[in-house]
């Protein structure tokens, strides 16, 4: 019987997800959830035929410039790729796959999460309570936006940006507007009745919920500006479950602190773990972990897809998911 492919995983999986790669491939699971640095990412590529990297491996072209790589596939868990570099990855001959799709429905969740936590100020309500600084109901205590009945503006009408809208619409009567890059068919935007804006700047000013969903990387960096954030109502709130780069963050701390725009939920930041300084300090807005696609079944079904592009591939086939 031939040897079983040497399969690499960078970081902890969902236990069900690992046990079957341990019964499938010659897997090496990183025990320690340590981040491995780009020297040990470097020799995988020597060392494994298949490398499973996720969203916080930089996989940069210092990783993916080498020559007599063991590896052909890069089968990365997560949908975002914008951690790898697809260009030198195909300049190196790697195969690149993705999971989208199984984690659209959670992330929407988390971005409907995040627009309701900010405008009805759940951050700043849980930690006065906690603090003991509640003094009591009172009319006009901590007072917030509605939402429902209101305007939902995606920016990047995607997979995710649709599920998003379907909530928005369905759940909270929203209208839904959206930009995209690319031309979006209309049977995609009929469910939600959502309109067409031919550009980002009708989207900000329009809306009284601004949710991104394009990727990040260099083409999408500080799509979200000074000069963007000015033409938002005052009244409005950002939403960033995308990537933190879309947005500068800085220009989005000095928005919030002026009170030109209401408020922010970010569940992404460039540059993270780290967070800005500037952004801790405003109230107004509500920050999370890198959450979108935390739950236990979807993390399971990503782990599943990563498994799909790895057996397609190691039988010849053309992995499904494949984005480089
Ligand atoms: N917070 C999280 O945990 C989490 C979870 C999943 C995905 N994500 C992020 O969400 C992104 C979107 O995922 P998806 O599955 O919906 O991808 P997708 O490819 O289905 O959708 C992205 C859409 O953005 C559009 N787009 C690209 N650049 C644009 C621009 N400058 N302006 C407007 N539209 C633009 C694309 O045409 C596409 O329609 C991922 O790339 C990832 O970075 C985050
Ligand atoms: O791109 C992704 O998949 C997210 O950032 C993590 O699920």
């Known amino acids: 019987m031939a040897d079983k492919p040497k399969v690499l995983v960078t970081r902890r999986w969902p236990e069900a997800v690992e046990a079957k790669l341990k019964e499938l491939y010659d897997v090496t699971l990183n025990e320690s959830d340590v981040p491995m640095t780009a020297d040990e990412m470097r020799q995988a590529l020597m060392d494994y035929d298949a490398f499973c990297p996720t969203v916080s491996d930089k996989v940069d072209a210092s990783v993916l410039d080498v020559s007599g790589a063991r590896t052909k ?122 309109e067409a804006r031919d550009a980002i700047e009708a989207v900000l000013k329009e809306a009284d919920v601004i949710s991104l969903h394009m990727p990040g990387g260099k083409e999408n960096y500080h799509l979200i500006n000074e000069a963007r954030l000015k033409l938002m109502k005052p009244t409005a709130i950002l939403v960033n479950t995308a990537r933190g780069e879309v947005v500068d963050g800085d220009a989005l701390a000095a928005a919030l602190q002026a009170g030109t725009i209401a408020g922010a939920g970010l569940d992404v930041f460039e540059g993270e773990p780290k967070v800005l300084p500037s952004l801790l300090e405003c109230e107004n807005a509500v920050l999370l972990p890198h959450l979108g696609s935390a739950t236990k079944s979807t993390r399971e079904a990503m782990g599943w897809r990563v498994l799909e592009n790895l057996e397609a591939y190691f039988k010849g086939e053309a992995p499904r998911d494949r984005v480089a």
């Open 73 to 194: 596939i890069i089968a990365s868990y997560g949908v975002g790729y914008s951690h790898i570099d697809t260009d030198a990855a195909k300049k190196s001959g790697f195969v690149v796959t993705n999971t989208p799709e199984v984690l659209s429905n959670c992330t929407a969740d988390l971005a409907i999460t995040l627009m309701l936590a900010a405008a009805r100020r759940i951050g700043e309500g849980e930690r006065e309570l906690r603090a003991g600084k509640w003094t009591g109901w009172r009319p006009t205590h901590m007072i917030g936006t509605r939402v429902s009945g209101g305007t939902f503006g995606v920016l990047g009408f995607g997979r995710i940006g649709r599920e998003a809208a379907r909530k928005a619409h369905f759940g909270f009567d929203m209208k839904v507007i959206y930009y995209d890059a690319f031309p979006v068919k209309p049977e995609l935007a009929a469910e939600t009745k959502a």
